[in-house]
């Protein structure tokens, strides 16, 4: 299959995903549309022509995409539960995920025998992961609810997509039994609680908290203030795992594995840290997506194959998507991470174009890039779902990308060798302390900033389709100039070639009394040129 049919297998998966979620196609409908498609492909085998397996391949993988999501929601709807909706009960089950501290309650994920359950008690009560717990309070569905930003929230779909149906609030609850779950993740997640002490005990917050987020992704322990700030200024995304986090790391586990593995090994041991750390963070659509695309690239580098990133992309997403299909339209983090990612794939080659003058004097340049590109790509989707704009999001993120991954490292070693003795923790603690604060320090000043961010109105979601179509026309266009540009690069190119064949002699004309010039082709060999020689008086 060439690139192009294998695009328009993929993002034809993904429109029958989105449309099937907004419009709940019926069976029957389905149906059709693969009937209609095996026709197409019969068509093509009969007449050749590309146009017919063009549409098939469309229709047949549009129709996989919605037949995905019809499988996915027949596990809701037919719950025991149902019935006791509003009810006080009792159920039984162990604590499937992390527990998530919130400002007042902590928020556990409850897997019964045959349902997961979202359960919020006391902040301060001693749950783990794994805990087998009896559960008491009063059972009910998720609402929607407006935000602060005036957006409605669509919490019953975004719980959907993350396997919960029904929830009970500030719940009563009893431990029956410690470390039930999966060793291998209680192991991590011990690992993980354990680190996080090192760090809270070498250094102070809100830069202990700053560094949590950073390496480990724990938002929650930035404050509601900072986070705020973090948001205004448009660097949230250093505190939740992004790409650009997954990549550091990544970066780092293969430098070190590089000293002492071969090609393959280093890929085996690199997928299996990549793997590891992705649990250890919690499997979030951001880590998800780039942890994927991290074990693509490892596995072309051993293949030794060229890694186009945006084929990673498209494979993370339709894999993504073939395990939960509910992502692609309740999931906010897969929708901004995908297109974060979309536009430093495609967008970020004609900014770099646009700013080649800027010095690229500590990646500099790079940062620019990858900031308005990112942020170009998400604006849309950002504006519609949460509302919220920042106007120093660029200049933020040049003078703080760069510290990132210094912060993060020295982090690391803080944590590390706070195993070791808590004198060495404090020798690393003043120098992480010093870039965790320089962080913060530029989020607060910028923040105070009056037009830091502005808050736009609630929209329409076909405000949202019309600004991608526009910008897809637009990096269509481009694209186009820049193939039109390297096609008359090259034919001039040729065209010098051939004219550096050619040599200018003198004779002199007998006839007139005066010299002319033969311009012919410059022989490469021993034989004489084969083309006539052009003559100018």
Do not use: C
């Amino acid at each position: 299959m060439s690139i192009f049919y294998f695009y328009t297998a993929t993002i034809s998966f993904f429109a029958g995903v989105f449309i099937a979620t907004i419009f709940s196609l019926t069976l029957p409908v389905i149906t059709w549309l693969v009937f209609v498609g095996f026709i197409s492909i019969i068509l093509w085998r009969r007449f050749e022509e590309k146009k017919w397996l063009f549409l098939g391949l469309l229709l047949i993988f549009f129709s996989i995409g919605a037949l995905r999501l019809e499988v996915i929601n027949w596990n809701f709807g037919n719950s025991v539960l149902e019935e006791e909706v509003g009810k006080t009960i009792t159920l039984k089950g162990f604590v499937a995920s992390e527990p998530i501290n919130r400002e007042s309650t902590t928020q556990l994920e409850v897997q019964t025998e045959k349902d997961l359950l979202l359960v919020s008690i006391d902040k301060y009560t001693d749950i783990n992961y794994g805990d087998e717990v009896e559960v008491r309070g009063k059972l009910a569905r998720p609402e929607s609810f407006e935000t602060d930003l005036g957006r409605t929230f669509n919490y019953p779909g975004y719980l959907k997509a993350k396997g919960i149906e029904y929830k009970v609030s500030f719940a009563a609850i009893e431990v029956l039994e410690r470390g039930s779950g999966n060793a291998v993740i209680s192991t991590l997640l011990n690992f993980k609680h354990a680190f996080m002490q090192k760090i809270e005990a070498s250094i102070s917050e809100p830069a202990a908290g700053l560094g949590e987020g950073l390496l480990l992704g724990v938002k929650q322990a930035l404050g509601e203030d900072l986070e705020a700030a973090f948001r205004k200024t448009g660097i949230i995304h250093i505190v939740v795992l992004s790409g650009y986090n997954i990549m550091l790391v990544v970066i780092f586990v293969m430098y070190i594995l590089g000293y002492f593995l071969g090609p393959k090994l280093k890929m085996f041991f690199g997928i299996v840290a990549i793997t590891s750390f992705a649990l250890l963070v919690g499997l979030s659509a951001t880590v998800v997506r780039a942890s994927i695309m991290a074990a693509l690239l490892l596995v072309t580098q051993v293949s030794k194959r060229n890694y186009i990133a945006l084929r990673g992309l498209m494979l993370a997403g339709l894999g993504m998507l073939l395990i939960n299909p509910l992502l692609l339209v309740y999931d906010v983090g897969f929708q901004l991470s995908f297109i974060a990612t979309l536009g430093l794939i495609l967008i970020s080659p004609h900014l770099e174009t646009l700013f080649y003058k800027i010095p690229n004097f500590l990646n500099t340049r790079s940062f620019i890039v990858a900031t308005i590109s990112t942020q170009l790509a998400v604006l849309p989707i950002l504006l519609y779902q949460i509302g919220e704009f920042s106007l120093v999001a660029v200049i933020v993120n040049v003078l703080v990308l760069p510290m990132v991954p210094v912060a993060m490292l020295l982090t690391f070693i803080t944590g590390l060798t706070g195993f070791i003795s808590a004198e060495l923790a404090t020798f690393f603690a003043l120098p992480t302390y010093l870039s965790l604060t320089y962080i913060t320090e530029v989020a607060w000043w910028f923040s105070q900033l009056s037009f830091a961010s502005y808050i736009v109105p609630a929209f329409s979601f076909s405000v949202v389709v019309v600004s991608y179509l526009l910008l897809g026309v637009v990096l269509w266009q481009l694209s186009l100039r820049e193939a039109r540009n390297k096609l008359v690069s090259v034919r001039a190119t040729k065209t010098i070639n051939d004219i550096s064949e050619w040599v200018i002699e003198e004779e002199f004309d007998d006839e007139l009394g005066v010299p002319r010039k033969k311009v012919g082709a410059e022989s490469r060999s021993d034989s004489a040129p084969t083309d006539t020689p052009i003559f100018f008086r």
